[in-house]
């Protein structure tokens, strides 16, 4: 992972059924990015997104895109 500052811990869905479900989390990072990580490995790598293209992916996503 970048050296970049976390300021929100990482988080699931609330639609995550149990701990063993292919999940990613989120968390916010300074520098106007948000992560996302694969929550089965989270010393893995992480993307980082700005938030702009990464609430689009969301509103895409909520609405079934």
Known sequence: M???KQ???WRKSSH????N?????VAAFTEDRVGVR????PEGPALMFEPG???TF???V???Q
């Open 62 to 64: 909520r609405t079934g």
């Open 2 to 4: 970048s050296n970049r």
């Open 7 to 9: 300021l929100t811990p």
């Open 16 to 19: 995550s059924l149990n701990e």
């Open 38 to 41: 694969d929550s089965k490995d």
């Open 21 to 25: 479900a292919c999940c990613v989390e």
């Open 58 to 60: 969301v509103d895409w």
């Open 53 to 55: 293209p990464w609430q």
